[in-house]
């Protein structure tokens, strides 16, 4: 079956990494994303990968993909006040199917 | 270029009435799936629609039900509405080229009292 687990709660200090990270169980997912969604906001598309690729990397965001372990994280560098929010992964098995969320973990910034 | 619309913002609901909430898909998209999501929780897929027809249902009552327009745009109805479906309500849209980016609206906060 599907199903997308998250850590509930994530707190950095303003300058350092931050990593969500997540794991999926449909072995079939062809597509997996990491969202963001801001306090009263919707879903801000961040950045997906294909399963055939094991890295993504995109200005100060990086997905390691693992699918051995069915293992997805997103690094944040130099993480900074404003990516305060809840960071949603997600999986998609291909085509036009369903998109299946986590339940999102939290992430606070320090100042 | 304007992104996904969702119309009303917020919406407060009496139990056992009817709600519609609107949706308008970003430009050049031709694809509109509708999310619930509950407080605290992940978005929940109800249905997407392609070509006016619903192509995908997840696991949600007949209660819910849609409708898509020869623009693309797109409603959800919500009938005998229960507690249970305050949430946020949110579009995303998509095009048939790339299926696998789907962009989200801001979403309709439905309150059921």
């Known amino acids: 079956g599907e199903d997308v687990e998250q850590s509930l709660f994530l707190s950095v200090r303003e300058g350092d990494s931050s990593v969500i990270n997540c794991t999926y169980t449909?072995?079939?997912?062809?597509?997996l994303y990491w969202y963001k969604q801001e306090p009263g906001a919707g879903l801000q598309l961040l950045t997906y990968i294909f399963s055939n690729m094991d890295m993504k990397q995109d200005q100060r965001l990086t997905v390691l993909l693992n699918k051995k372990d069915k293992h997805l994280s997103l690094r944040i560098a130099d993480t900074q006040t404003g990516d305060s929010a809840i960071y949603f992964c997600a999986e998609n098995p291909g085509g036009y199917q369903k998109v299946t969320f986590g339940i999102g973990t939290k992430l606070q910034v320090i100042p | 270029d304007a992104g996904v619309t969702q119309s009303p913002t917020h919406l407060i609901k009496t139990r056992g009435q009817q709600v519609t909430l609107r949706c308008s898909p970003k430009s050049g998209h031709d694809t509109v799936s509708w999310y619930q999501q509950a407080l605290g929780q992940g978005p929940q897929f109800i249905f997407q629609?392609?070509?006016?027809?619903?192509?995908q249902r997840g696991n949600f009552p007949d209660r819910f039900s849609g409708h898509q327009f020869p623009n693309y745009s797109s409603e959800l109805n919500v009938n005998a509405l229960l507690l249970g479906d305050s949430a946020l309500y949110l579009c995303?849209?998509?095009?048939?080229?790339?299926?696998?980016?789907?962009?989200f609206g801001p979403g309709t906060r439905l309150t059921v009292t």
């Open positions: 995303a849209s998509s095009r048939t080229s790339r299926p696998y980016e789907q962009y």
């Open positions: 629609y392609y070509e006016e027809e619903e192509r």
């Open positions: 449909d072995s079939s997912s062809t597509y």
